[in-house]
């Protein structure tokens, strides 16, 4: 098996899931929504982007406790783990689940490594925003080129 097909049949297998939820019935298993291959494992949402001297992210994380939210950073890897808050709706009398709620963790990796003692963080109306300043030798150096 190639990777090509390795990522197909992954794919594959997500959609199987999804439907499996879908028959079900989601709304009756709220749980369901965070399941290996489900939406969990990209929550929080993330939009980054970077200038020569800080990768920059928002991560979008409506509903969850800003005193459980978590920011780890080694080398080049973002880790954001935290709560969602449960809804008052009791399990048995839900008739459509989509906002999931419990613990998460996410990591992704970065396009450079991170100064991780000058990070700054901010969470604002559900919106996490991180300043990444990039470590000394991931940032770009000009060399001065002499003519003769």
């Not at 008739?95 to 990070?119: N, Q, S, W």
């Amino acid at each position: 098996m190639n990777l090509w097909n390795f990522f197909k049949e992954m794919e594959d297998l997500q959609g199987q899931l999804g439907e499996l939820s879908r028959e079900f019935g989601a709304g009756r298993f709220p749980k369901l929504s965070f399941l290996p291959g489900l939406s969990a494992r990209h929550f929080p949402m993330m939009n980054i982007g970077s200038d020569e001297n800080n990768v920059f992210v928002e991560a979008i994380a409506p509903g969850v406790d800003p005193e459980s939210l978590k920011v780890s950073v080694v080398k080049n890897a973002l880790t954001i783990s935290g709560q969602k808050t449960t809804s008052n709706i009791p399990d048995e009398a839900y008739h459509r689940c989509e906002r999931a709620a419990g613990k998460f963790v996410r990591t992704v990796e970065l396009p450079v490594d991170i100064d991780a003692e000058k990070v700054t963080a901010e969470y604002k109306n559900g919106i996490l925003s991180l300043t990444l300043p990039k470590a000394a030798a991931a940032r770009q150096h000009l060399i001065e080129i002499k003519h003769s």
